[in-house]
């Protein structure tokens, strides 16, 4: 290995050591928090085991779904073992592909630990005020942040170093977004059908509130939390920053002669973000008269700063590092900001958008989904014109550097969007965190001026929230157009093989890239349909339960006997991962179909309209959930009626909607698009070998 | 001229004779029934009158805006005049661009004018039984369509002939969708402003029943079934024909020796397509024993056989006539039939889907909501399948004729599925016919039985609604594939002259077609929501009006005294077009933005965004308020708790939030898409001259 490429190996891993000590220091200072209530502790210990349940369901269904996998990735890839290629790159892509679901997993299941053994510390902080309560929902958030960022750096790196081969770093990747596609989709049916049932039943039929122990889906719904918002975030962006990582190495090894240079810079920028991100994390607090939401927006733009000077100064001291690609990233970064600024102006409660739609949900729920479809679809026009100005300019600087670096600035722009990936999902996972303590500051009666604080710290999550959220989605979009780069290397490999013309590119003219673009546009709509209808399926099969437990269970109305929480969970569990197979499965199914009968060229289109229209819907349902969300709680903070108006019950109808829409589909669509982008990527070969058409 | 293209043009005239002639013995015929009570009279006046105010006012707005958009194109296109070529060309220009206007604005004035005399007589026929009052609705209906398919085949030969240049013909073209912009999308605002603000006031408010002629508002909700499913569906359609036309033309011309005979076919399928209307017309009635559905669904497929057969036999008989291009065109038809069959299964209420939302409703409204949203975006997949496939079909059948054949083989299959459009037309304008003879049967005290059977007659309609939907939705799709290619053809000429390179294709791969594509896939989004929300403030505008005629008429309220129902129409008039101006600004400026950022490519991939995009959610949007619609009444017939249930209530939200999803949004997009491709094909000189990228 040439010597420069040994330091940048040095550089990664010893960001990654240093990332796992803080990680691990993080932990044992939140350890050492005081948690003393008994509610408390019993309640958070039930959430944990729930989770735990959940989590070890899940993990044993992707074991088996892995095995398929794996062992069809054995038979047919990098080449199909009857071609009599070398076996041992088939048994290096079953290799990397385990290693990229389990380094996944290990990292959701950090994040879980530390998440579920913060809430209730969290809670009891706020006794002491909001700077300390602050900084235990801070901390335990960060260590998923530094345990995701830091596996996926060291895995990418790790299999390059064993393998020496990209397309097998695209295995890895493929492990890293079967994850995530459970724990996303997954999490988000697990979390929306505890929460749907708990409403209907609990506040509903019987009148008690939405923490009541009574309720048996109680539980189920805190678990919900984690599970969905702290573990499946958390692979959801495990997987997002693999996949632009990758498909940055995928694209800077066919870059030829100088690919070594580019390779590193790929590393070397994704240390550097790492190390940003423990910088940003560790200043992170709340001074004298400052706000939660300002100390996680600053600790967001500490980030940036820093990661935005030291790429600089690693562009200035090594050879080969090009400041047009620092531009690209620069941008990239830039672009991720103001994509989070214009989703807040649309779901932050103090903008104009939230209060409109508060005002229509007088006239009636009808009312309330008509003015929120209308500011949704509104809402995603900034960020796909953000998105596609980004490619533009980081294609225009690089395009001049030589032939195929247009692409790889496109992919150092979605690396740059995704350098501070670890403060993001510190931000994002504090918000279930503080929601969790929340309720339990409540059920362990914390007191009034405790929940006021716990209030604060929650509501600044939500806010937060919208900013992450743009950076994920925008990098999303930006990494997809790299992974569409790389599909077409790898098409391109397999038709060199084949003996048979390259592809230059996907005309849009060209009716089997249009019949791809066609059915690829219509897959993220049936996928995300698919899973809100699992939700609402999977509800009615924990209603009936409820039903049950409250006609069976003696003394469990009157709070004489407890509940039997465990069940609710099951029933969320084995229906989420049950609801989420048949749609995971015709997303896949759909590629191969499309691959097989329009070749190569249809499956670039298919990449392509599943990207256009699942950016488009995801930006949809995410945006418009948000802002259902806050525009009921507008209305319950005392605007247009107040609680129990009828505006107030409109708002609720618009919040339900918006529940399945922000955080089972719309939030599941980027983890279906990289999924199908690497399965094209993956399967190029068998299409070019066989197609219907051309 | 050639003999052989004097004979195209013979036939062409000789068919537009033919129709016309045929309309007029349809329309003296329905004169002729019988109308004789006194409420149905002096009712169907006050609608009559309605529709004419709003048509005035509409045609006065379009005929300023027209202006302007005269004045540009004659400075401006097909050349600036500024750069000395013939200014002639430019004068032709307008007179192109105002004869498709004013085509289309007397065939919808013709339609307008037959239904509205049509309604009364079928309601008074329902008195002699099902099949007169049938026919009488029918053939009100087929005035209109007759009238649409005649003037748009006149005017493209007339236009063709007088002018000799298809650049040209475009002008006559984006004349047809500026009609058809206003008329479908301010139809459209118009119609549902009515029925939310009547619904809103009399069911919510007063307590009274849906067509109460103390309600205000009473009247202009009739005048919207006129104005938008007639005038405005009319519209809607000549502007899908002339542009499936004018794009095929394009084309054609662009092939160079052979085009004669490819422009030949082009009129003599349209001529062909004309005539099977008018046998299938011609031949629709309910026989002993039949159904209205039955008999409309009869006269579909009459007519498509028919069109089968005579172009089968007009490629037998002319020379250079190619059977390629019979069977793209065959193809295309069938498609429709389809995509037809499959909207129907997603709305029909003997069909599983919308007995499942209907049973959804029980647990409260946010599910209606819900399952509505998913069936609606699953229901989206088979009509891209289904438009994607039939364009991969004419491409690989005419491919072999040779260079270019295969642009021209889509645009004649557009032009197959839009064969059978003036039966098309009649079934669909058939609908609000007869939902109006429904209105007045109850109005004029014609007894249960005539009431029983105007119910049967409007439940046909919307039932094979459906399949009418299927055919415009689909067809459009083809069409814009076609005029994609109309505008490569016309960038390429503007290239040329330039002395530039010219364009191969759009290749997805390039930023700056992608940038093209994000920004143009979320203007159908932007669009369909600014008229959502314009619906919403109009309907506000209106329920103000009849809160102040109740306050200030006195005896309204006790039926004693008349409401002002002209103030209603005027405030409903006035508002659809105010709110519609912007919207269509919005789509027209993004895409002379987006050109003058990225120059022609990006154009390309903008209005390959927008069509995917545009499909996709004009399905989802038509879809979905069709299973609202048709799940609200399939509780209302006593399923899941019947009226006055909990089911309904939801269900009754659903089909509030599906009424403009489904009347103004949802196929306001078709005119959005096409409007958007005629001003990039127009404009595309502007933009290679210059532009800030490429």
């Avoid at 345990?147 to 081969?165: D, H, R, T």
């Avoid at 492990?175 to 505890?194: R, Y």
């Avoid at 004298?288 to 980030?303: E, I, M």
């Avoid at 290397?489 to 060199?496: D, G, H, I, Q, R």
Wanted: hydrophobic letters at 50%; one cysteine or more.
């Amino acid at each position: 290995m040439e010597a420069g490429m040994t330091l940048v190996y040095l550089v990664s891993f010893f960001a990654v050591v240093i990332a796992m000590a803080f990680a691990v220091y993080l932990h044992l200072w939140v350890k050492k928090q005081p948690v003393e209530n008994a509610t408390i502790i019993k309640v958070s210990d039930l959430i944990k085991a729930g989770a735990n349940t959940f989590m070890r369901k899940e993990y044993k269904i992707l074991a088996a779904f892995s095995g398929v996998v794996a062992a069809i990735l054995f038979i047919l890839l990098p080449q199909p073992i009857w071609k009599g290629g070398s076996i041992m790159n088939n048994v290096y892509m079953v290799v990397a592909y385990a290693a990229g679901t389990i380094l996944s997993a290990i990292a959701g299941k950090m994040g879980i630990i530390v998440a579920t053994s913060s809430n209730g510390r969290c809670a009891e902080a706020a006794q002491k005020g909001i700077a300390p309560s602050f900084l235990v929902g801070f901390r335990g958030g960060a260590v998923m942040g530094l345990a995701v960022v830091g596996f996926s750096l060291f895995g990418v790196a790790a299999v390059l170093l064993a393998f020496g081969n990209t397309t097998i770093s695209l295995g890895f990747s493929f492990g890293a977004s079967s994850l995530a596609l459970f724990a996303k989709a997954g999490g988000g049916i697990f979390t929306k059908t505890a929460d749907v049932a708990a409403d209907l039943t609990g506040k509903v039929e019987l009148g008690i509130p939405e923490d009541d122990p009574r309720n048996p889906a109680v539980i189920a719904d805190n678990v919900g939390d984690n599970v969905g918002d702290v573990a499946g975030m958390g692979a959801d962006l495990f997987d997002s920053n693999v996949a632009a990582m990758t498909s940055a190495l995928v694209i800077a090894s066919s870059l030829g002669a100088t690919g070594l240079a580019n390779i590193a810079m790929v590393f070397m920028y994704a240390a550097l973000g790492l190390i940003s991100s423990i910088v940003g994390i560790a200043t992170a607090r709340i001074p004298q008269g400052s706000t939660p939401t300002k100390a996680l927006n600053s600790s967001t733009y500490v980030t940036s700063g820093v990661f935005v000077v030291l790429t600089a100064l690693a562009t200035l001291i090594f050879k080969g590092f090009s400041w047009r690609i620092w531009g690209a990233s620069t941008v990239g970064l830039l672009v991720g900001v103001i994509i989070g600024l214009a989703t807040d102006y649309f779901t932050d409660d103090s903008k104009p958008i939230v209060k409109k739609v508060a005002h229509a949900s007088k006239s009636g729920s009808a009312f309330t989904i008509l003015s929120g479809v209308s500011y949704g679809f509104i809402s995603a026009l900034p960020a796909m014109i953000g998105i596609g100005i980004s490619a533009l300019i980081a294609y225009k600087l690089c395009q001049p550097i030589g032939d195929g670096y247009a692409m790889f600035g496109i992919a150092m722009a979605a690396v740059g969007m995704l350098s501070i990936v670890g403060t993001i999902i510190s931000n994002d996972a504090y918000g279930p965190i503080v929601d969790n303590a929340r309720g339990l500051a409540e059920m362990g009666g914390l007191g009034e001026d405790v929940i006021a604080i716990a209030d604060e710290l929650d509501s600044a999550g939500n806010t937060v929230k919208a900013v992450t959220k743009g950076f994920s989605i925008g990098a999303a979009g930006l990494t997809v157009i790299s992974l569409l780069g790389t599909y077409m290397s790898e098409a391109n490999a397999a038709l060199v093989e084949a003996g048979k013309a390259l592809i230059s590119g996907f005309d849009l003219l060209d009716p089997i890239v249009f019949f791809g673009m066609l059915v690829g546009a219509a897959i993220p709509a049936v996928f995300s349909a698919m899973l809100i209808l699992g939700v609402d399926k999977n509800a009615q099969r924990m209603v009936e339960e409820i039903h049950r437990q409250f006609r069976e269970i003696k003394g469990l109305r009157e709070g004489k006997a407890s509940a039997d929480y465990g069940k609710c969970i099951d029933i969320a569990t084995a229906g989420a991962l049950r609801e989420l197979i048949p749609a995971g499965l015709v997303a896949i199914l759909a590629t191969v179909a499309v691959g097989f009968i329009g070749g190569p060229l249809a499956i670039g289109g298919f990449l392509m309209g599943n990207i256009v229209s699942g950016l488009l819907l995801s930006l949809f349902m995410s945006n418009a959930g948000g802002l259902w969300d806050n525009s009921k709680k507008y209305v319950e903070s005392g605007h247009e009626g107040g609680k129990g108006s009828e505006a107030h019950k409109a708002a609720v109808v618009g919040d339900t909607v918006g529940d399945p829409f922000k955080d089972t589909a719309g939030p599941s669509i980027n983890t279906q698009i990289t999924v199908v982008s690497l399965v094209a990527s993956l399967t190029s070969a068998l299409f070019v070998a066989f197609s219907i058409f051309k």
